[in-house]
């Protein structure tokens, strides 16, 4: 099993909709991250948090919330998706010698 | 974000060769992360360096970390086909941002 799992990994969803992308992981980490990938651009940071407590916003935040449920749980909403959030979601861990460890990823397509 | 300059962005290579590829950055970092991410899947970490001129392998993979702190090598050994994919490397310094390459495509020929 992974150590760092997302759900779903494929979502399809129209202008508008609210959605979600949850996170679970088993590694004990505290520090969580959400990413998204786009083809050419590699990696961009979302929101990290560091315990749950706190949250905090990334290089392109705009769009995006969290919610830190639990050291274990980490989720990312769209509150109104929109074409442009079409890419691949990765979520990851971070441990203390600072090594990231990513989920398998959520493909979400906005039409 | 700021991304690092990896190189080669592509390669073709035949079974056996062995395979070469660097990241520089114009910052220096405590950490260089090099991953392996198949399409549709998420990055597996390979290998990860923690000070300048370390020298770490797992199995046909090595990886330097530079003694400038600004670049780091990964090398595959003996490639064979399921090396296909897209390696690229990830620095970090303090706090958490990381920072990631650009990614060289893997391509191995039987």
């Known amino acids: 099993d992974a150590d760092v799992t997302q759900t779903p990994r494929n979502r399809i969803t129209k202008t508008g909709k609210r959605i979600m992308l949850e996170c679970s992981q088993t590694?004990?980490?505290?520090?969580m991250y959400w990413y998204r990938q786009d083809p050419g651009l590699g990696l961009q940071l979302i929101y990290y948090s560091f315990d749950v407590k706190d949250i905090n916003k990334g290089e392109i935040s705009d769009g995006y919330s969290v919610s830190r449920q639990a050291q274990a749980k980490f989720s990312l909403s769209l509150e109104s998706a929109i074409p442009n959030q079409t890419a691949l979601y990765f979520c990851?861990?971070?441990?203390?010698?600072?090594?990231?460890?990513f989920g398998e990823g959520s493909r979400l397509t906005v039409l | 974000g700021q991304q690092l300059n990896q190189s080669p962005q592509s390669m073709f290579i035949q079974e056996g060769e062995d395979v070469s590829m660097n990241c520089t950055s114009s910052s220096i970092f405590n950490t260089w992360l090099w991953y392996k991410q198949d399409p549709g899947e998420g990055p597996v970490l390979l290998i990860a360096?923690?000070?300048?001129?370390e020298l770490t392998s797992n199995g046909r993979l090595t990886a330097q970390f530079g003694i400038t702190r600004k670049d780091s090598f990964l090398n595959i050994s003996a490639s064979i086909p399921s090396d296909v994919g897209i390696y690229f490397c990830a620095g970090h310094l303090t706090g958490n941002q990381f920072y990631f390459g650009t990614g060289t495509s893997l391509t191995v020929i039987p």
């Open positions: 360096l923690y000070k300048a001129g």
């Open positions: 990851a861990t971070r441990s203390n010698t600072g090594e990231l460890f």
């Open positions: 590694k004990g980490h505290d520090r």
